[in-house]
């Protein structure tokens, strides 16, 4: 690992959150504004459902769904989702056909289980194995610690998530699903002559939020994952291990707030700035620099700054051949003692294979010393 010493001033100004969990990330420039205990597993509840809708908006996307199908109500989910479950629910009637873009209204608006247990039938015949297709998209879009048992976000021992997991499922559905992403935003539904309200409390406090999800559990207490824009800049919020829901609504809300007033754009990089050096293994030079491929940008705090550290950070020494282009190593970025940012970092040069006694010479120098 090698470490770069950058004389940038730069520190996380101090936020105090009564959530037991949280993230902030600003979507532009992928900087973590804020995070605590964003990497402990904890119950998704009615987060869950974020997976579900990346399952279906996945599968609209690929042309294996229209919104024009119908799904049929079996009375599993009838009787496991529906008005008698005492969750929420779009009180889908039994044995009836609903249209799918429906249902993902009733979803996302409505949190309905009910909607869920059916969509998750209707694709894949069991919810046992929807939820196997939901951990499998949630290992391809990088969700590396959470685990789902189901599509509703009922409690099961098994199924866990994490803040961080769950802020970058949010702006994952928000770039990759535009279309679709819009329903978030929605006020109200209606199904079976009931009118529900979107149980988002930030799409009515007029300050730029467009999405996404509450959810409550006993042992995970009140939960949100929420995203809003303001002046060019998306951020997203996941919080969790809240008292209640109207500390769940003041808790995003300020940190929302304070993300977006807090912090100003930094340029660390330009594309093609040569940031640092990685050691190699058998090359004809010892070492080739390495580079980021578009101008890199940070979040900074206005006030209260302390000190930025970068670090180029690599599995080593890197084995040559090496490609110009091959991506080697990651910057990793803390403000104060948070990790902010991680970016790959690419050879600025291609590197052939070095002569016998070079290569002989690297295999004594780790045998001897290691490498750092």
């Known amino acids: ?5 950058l004389t940038v001033p730069a520190a996380a100004q101090m936020f105090e959150s009564r959530a037991e969990q949280a993230i902030l990330l600003d979507s532009n420039t992928g900087t973590i504004l804020y995070a605590k205990n964003a990497d402990q597993k904890v119950p998704p509840a009615s987060l869950a459902k974020l997976m579900t809708m990346e399952v279906v908006f996945n599968a609209l996307k690929a042309g294996r769904l229209s919104m024009d199908d119908e799904f049929l ?17 779009m009180f889908a ?38 939820a196997s297709l939901m951990n499998d998209r949630a290992k391809k ?9 189901n599509s509703t976000g009922l409690p099961d021992p098994l199924q866990k998530v994490t803040m961080r997991d769950l802020a970058k499922l949010g702006d994952h559905i928000r770039r990759e699903y535009p279309e679709y992403y819009k329903y978030y935003a929605q006020r109200d539904f209606t199904w079976n002559k009931i009118l529900q309200r979107n149980r988002n409390p930030l799409l009515t406090m007029n300050i730029g939020a467009d999405g996404m999800k509450t959810g409550h559990t006993e042992e995970s207490g009140y939960a949100i994952v929420g995203s809003i824009e303001r002046d060019g800049r998306r951020l997203i919020v996941a919080m969790s291990g ?31 700035d040569e940031i640092g050096n990685v050691r190699l ?46 991506e080697i190593a990651t910057l990793k970025v803390w403000i104060g003692d948070t990790l902010t940012q991680e970016t790959p970092l690419y050879a600025a040069q291609a590197v052939p294979q070095g002569p016998i006694y070079r290569r002989a010479l690297d295999a004594l120098t780790e045998l001897a010393l290691g490498w750092i």
Request: charge should be negative; proline fraction near 3%.
């Open 242 to 272: 809240l008292e209640s829901s109207r500390a769940r609504a003041e808790e995003a809300r300020k940190l929302l707030e304070w993300g977006a007033r807090a912090f100003e754009p930094y340029e660390i990089f330009k594309k093609g």
């Open 93 to 130: 009637e039994l044995n009836s056909s609903i249209r799918l873009e429906d249902l993902i209204q009733g979803v996302i608006v409505q949190s309905a289980n009910d909607g869920c247990i059916i969509i998750a039938e209707g694709m894949a015949g069991s919810e046992e194995v929807f």
């Open 141 to 149: 879009i990088g969700l590396d610690d959470s685990h789902f048992t």
């Open 73 to 89: 109500v079996s009375e599993n989910a009838w009787r496991s989702g529906g008005a008698s479950s005492g969750g929420s629910t």
């Open 281 to 326: 293994y058998g090359g004809a030079q010892l070492t080739v620099p390495v580079t980021v491929k578009e101008d890199l940008d940070i979040l900074l705090p206005i006030t209260d700054r302390d000190r930025m550290k970068a670090r180029v950070v690599y599995t080593g020494p890197v084995m040559a051949p090496v490609e110009e282009g091959q």
């Open 1 to 5: 690992m090698a470490m770069i010493a």
